[in-house]
C-alpha cells in the first residue's frame, strides 16, 4: 500500500551578519503532518545547486552557504510523498 502521507516542513532562515549577503544558512525542522513527529534521515535539497542535507534523529537540518536568491526546496523521505515547497 502506497502511503500518501505529507510532510510539514518548518524553515527558519538565518542570513549572516553583512548586510548584503549573497549566501545564507538554511536551518530547519522536517515533521509528518499526520502526527506532528520529526523525520529523522529524510532528504533535503534546495533549487538545482546540488545542495542538500539529511535530517537528525530530531528532523532537523542545516544546509550552509544557500545562494540568496528564490529556491525550490524538496524533501524526500522513505515512505512518504516527496514534497517541495
Do not use: H
Request: hydrophobic share 50%; proline share 2%; with cysteine.
Amino acid at each position: 500500500m502506497y502511503c500518501r502521507l505529507l510532510m510539514a516542513i518548518l524553515l527558519s532562515l538565518f542570513v549572516g551578519n553583512e548586510v548584503f549577503a549573497q549566501f545564507f544558512n538554511l536551518e530547519g525542522e522536517v515533521r509528518s503532518v499526520s502526527d506532528n513527529s520529526p523525520l529523522a534521515f529524510a532528504t533535503v535539497v534546495v533549487g538545482d545547486n546540488m545542495l542538500w542535507a539529511i535530517t537528525n534523529e530530531d528532523g532537523k537540518f542545516i544546509i550552509k552557504n544557500v545562494p540568496d536568491e528564490e529556491l525550490i526546496v524538496t524533501v524526500i523521505c522513505l515512505g512518504y510523498e516527496k514534497k517541495r515547497i
